[in-house]
């Protein structure tokens, strides 16, 4: 394997587990807002708006 692929490879995989940590988070956070059933202030559309937890659908 040449050392160009092998960084490509290294640079996916990397890229993969930061995906992966992402999705986590997000879960996480989600799965806290709706044991305490709070809200989200979320930009969407062009617009900031709050949102329920409960009617976050992942």
């Given amino acids: 394997m040449s050392r160009k692929n092998k960084n490509s490879a290294d640079v996916a995989l990397m890229q993969r587990r930061i995906d992966e940590g992402i999705l986590l988070a997000q ?3 989600l799965n806290r807002g709706l044991h ?3 809200s ?13 937890a409960r009617e976050i659908k992942w």
């Avoid at 989200?40 to 329920?52: A, I, K, N, T, Y």
């Fill in 40 to 52: 989200f202030v979320v930009f969407q559309g062009g617009m900031v708006s709050e949102v329920p």
């Fill in 36 to 38: 305490d059933d709070l």
């Fill in 27 to 29: 879960r996480r956070l």
